[in-house]
């Protein structure tokens, strides 16, 4: 069994309800992501005016919340970046072997996550299409924007089969933290 995808009833209540609220989280910033543009008149792109439902929609994202930005990045940025895999051992991951900087034990159940110096922990990227956690530290340049280290549950073989890519396509989802500046 891929241990990516545990099936639900294999699950705990704990570990579902968990799943859900993530998973629920991460659909609600999506939808939020519209924001309207300084100067927009309300007219659409060839100058017409625009439906009822459309003029309530770009009402609506006008009052959407301001996006927060850290180190340079702001949430709904698209930005190309370099991955690399790391394992649950002690050969990838060092004195930290079982557990993220951040305290999340590496098992099939931690969820994909992801090594970063760059963004605060609980900040959610997308790698092209795959949701991830920024719950991990580390070395290897880590520390500049746009490079990534994948946790690989499959362990050490796996993470060096998937080697190293670079131009992988990074969606800043959600930055965390309460005091944010660049």
Known sequence: MDSW???WRDLGKKERAVRVAGITWVLLLFLAGGVRLPGDSGYGPTGTQLTETE???????????ARRSYNGV?????????LTFYCRDACCNGSWAGTTADGTVLDDTAGPIASA????FGSVVAVDGVV????????????R??????????GHEAALARGRVKGARIEIIYIAGKELSE
């Not at 924007?145 to 499959?154: F, K, N, T």
């Open 5 to 7: 995808n545990l099936k």
């Open 55 to 65: 003029a309530a929609r770009t009402s609506a994202a006008s009052t959407a919340p």
């Open 74 to 82: 702001t949430e709904g940025d698209i930005i190309t970046g370099e």
């Open 117 to 120: 110096n760059w963004l605060p």
């Open 132 to 143: 991830y956690r920024i719950a991990d530290r580390g070395g290897s340049g880590l520390d």
């Open 145 to 154: 924007v746009g490079r990534l280290d994948i946790y690989e549950p499959a």
